[in-house]
């Protein structure tokens, strides 16, 4: 199969990312670190610096030309928000500073509203501490109980077993920021719902890569970082169901989220702003809805055939050595842009500072996921993460570039193949 996107049209693309073009300890950059943070094209570099530059104000308040049109930007922003994850209303789509302060809104209002004691909230072993360490302060908070759905042994869920009656959240990620795996949400969710339970998708590694239909999967709330897909540090959304939502109190106090401030009280402002206090980073959410346009018109679809094909080719070249255990599906249909690995008894911190020499740069750890990796009896793994600007080409240098890794280390092969 054709990648669908040609050379020409990657090499466009790879012309939009100015930070590609350097070198490293003397090497052209190879940037594989993409789960944990993307790489900017210059067009959201520039629209920010166009905000400071030309219309640096307030939002929402002010009635002078600069603010008017901060405020329009901005607000335009959240309507690409909306229909890039087909949400029901501008309503329903709140900035937030990333996926991780989307996720403890939800925990600090709906959650500490609504379950009591021995409440279950379900889990999954795959997730990144930013959608544990929320639940175990409301779980500690409420009485209620943490519950996890099992792994198989090819890296998915294992949902054969019905959900508790006592089930009342679900939080689970989209997609597995070490195994790569694609959790089919919409069966989840259906699921949930039978039990009268409320899901939570954590889509980090999801939205960045795949197109997101928050109405199809059949979410309750859905979260997302806006650094992970092209966008700025420091912004982010929540989707949340309009019910939900009008019925949570507010995560913050302070400015703008205020209708009126009395003597003895207040009224809250109307959605979303009710969640929305103080002013809000507004060259960061005026950057992510440019992030959201250059997705789109290079294509989600486009996107992530170019990824599976250039995991599919990463990891048939790593299975050329046979210390390498691949962790997650082994199909590259079922799994996101990245492979977490190990290399024989080499470290993964070594495996990163080696190759960090030769100017290719991967994460190295427990990816913030240790329940995971102790599961998987592991305390750290290797990983490359891809996306739409990296080449096979760079894979091959990835590839020589582990021969050294071997030759200089000696790695000894473990004796397992593909994690599972």
Request: charged share 20%; proline share 5%; hydrophobic share 40%.
């Amino acid at each position: 199969m054709q990648p669908l996107l040609d050379d020409v049209e990657l090499g466009e693309i790879r012309d939009d990312f100015p930070i590609l073009s350097q070198t490293v300890h003397g090497k052209p950059l190879i940037y594989f670190d993409n789960a944990a943070t993307s790489q900017k094209p210059r067009i959201v570099i520039a629209v920010m610096n166009d905000y400071y530059t030309r219309y640096n104000a307030n939002v929402h308040r002010g009635i002078h030309a600069l603010a008017e049109r901060a405020t329009r930007e901005y607000e335009l922003a959240r309507q690409k928000l909306v229909r890039f994850l087909n949400a029901e209303s501008p309503e329903t789509v709140i900035f937030t500073r990333g996926t991780t302060e989307s996720i403890n809104l939800v925990a600090q209002t709906w959650a500490r509203a609504n379950l009591k004691p021995g409440d279950e909230i379900l889990i999954t072993w795959m997730e990144h501490h930013s959608n544990i360490i929320p639940w175990y302060q409301v779980a500690a908070a409420t009485g209620a109980v943490i519950k996890r759905i099992p792994l198989t042994a090819d890296g998915t869920l294992d949902l054969n077993q019905p959900f508790s009656e006592r089930t009342k959240l679900v939080a689970v990620t989209h997609a597995s920021n070490v195994l790569g795996t694609i959790n089919p949400i919409r069966q989840i969710a259906d699921a949930a719902h039978r039990v009268g339970a409320v899901i939570l998708v954590d889509g980090a590694q999801a939205a960045p890569h795949i197109a997101v239909d928050v109405q199809a999967l059949g979410c309750d709330f859905y979260a997302l970082s806006g650094h992970k897909m092209l966008g700025p540090t420091g912004s982010g959304v929540l989707y949340g169901k309009r019910a939900l939502l009008e019925a949570m109190p507010p995560f913050l106090g302070g400015g703008e989220m205020i209708r009126e401030v009395r003597a003895d009280g207040f009224t809250c402002n109307d959605l979303p702003y009710k969640f929305e206090a103080g002013t809000p980073a507004i060259a960061e959410g005026i950057g992510l809805g440019v992030a959201v346009d250059y997705l789109q018109q290079v294509g989600l679809g486009k996107i992530r055939q170019h990824e599976q094909e250039i995991t599919a080719y990463a990891m048939a070249r790593m299975a050329e050595f046979p210390e390498i255990v691949i962790y997650g599906p082994r199909d590259a249909s079922q799994r996101s842009g990245l492979v977490a690995f190990t290399m024989g008894d080499i470290h993964p911190h070594d495996m990163a500072t080696f190759l960090d020499e030769e100017g290719i740069a991967i994460r190295a750890g427990h990816h913030c996921a240790q329940p995971l990796h102790k599961h998987l009896g592991l305390s750290a793994t290797s990983r490359a993460s891809f996306y739409l600007y990296n080449t096979k080409t760079e894979v091959d240098t990835f590839i020589e570039a582990l021969r050294k890794v071997k030759k200089f280390f000696g790695a000894c092969p473990t004796g397992r193949q593909m994690g599972f």
